[in-house]
């Protein structure tokens, strides 16, 4: 039908206009941000999926750092403990040296319980001084304190550390000062190196356990990041295409608008 009231192939290209604009704003926001989804409307669906990665991800960095924040914990344990070791093997020295009975009761065996009292002064202080961000560490304190090493509440480490003053270690009131007490005191003192080993062994299991776990996370995070990329980041060389081919259909839009209408004149000749 002939029709001058409406121009049917001037409406219609014009629908098809308005969709190849829609094609080239869509294909250059893409471009442009480098993400697929921009609003929620791009793809609700995948922007809840993609959220709730999301927040896995950043559970885990969070953890990641939460179980180095265990290690570092442990390692300051650890150098407490060690140097109370030293001392405590250097009382034992004292001891296997006063059972001698070589020795006289004064100024030798003197001499040698000054050291170790001076010694046994210097483990209360450490154990009793030794912290991480103000958490004491071994005066005996620190029990089931909770490392949050997961982004679900579930995953959590929980570390105890003993006491490791002189009392703690049944070192109280060691003796060298004659030869049957530096006797007594060289089985106490293998007790407390006994103990403060089995200490060192407990804080490199859960050392090794925090390693594992960071491991653990951060090839966790990494495939979550890839699948997080996977969702919401834009295909560059698909939109691209998308682009140019918005493109150059908008150019043959405007191209049959422009015909649409110089038709629509010919009409006029019939009226001649």
Known sequence: MTSIATNVSAVRTLHHGKNNSASIELAT????????????????AGLFVAQRIKIAIRGMERAINNSQDGIGLLQSAEAAVVEI????????????????????SAPDRDYAQVEVN???????????????????????????IGIQSG????ERVNISLGNRTAAGLGLSGVSVATQQQAMDAMESLDTALGTLSEELSLIGAYSNRFNHTISLLGASKRHN????????????????TNLSKAQVLAQANTAMLAQSNSALSNILILFS
């Open 85 to 104: 070791r030293n001392m405590v093997l250097r009382m034992r020295e004292l001891a296997v040296q006063m059972a001698n009975g070589v020795y006289a």
């Open 151 to 154: 982004h679900t509440a579930s």
């Open 118 to 144: 001076e010694l046994l002064q210097q483990v209360d202080v450490i154990a009793n001084n030794s912290n991480f961000n103000g958490v004491k560490l071994i005066d005996g304190s620190l029990q089931n």
């Open 225 to 240: 990041e890839i699948s997080f990329g996977r969702v919401m980041d834009a295909d560059i060389a698909v939109e691209a």
């Open 29 to 44: 926001e893409r471009l442009s941000s480098g993400s697929r989804i921009n609003k929620a409307s791009d793809d609700a």
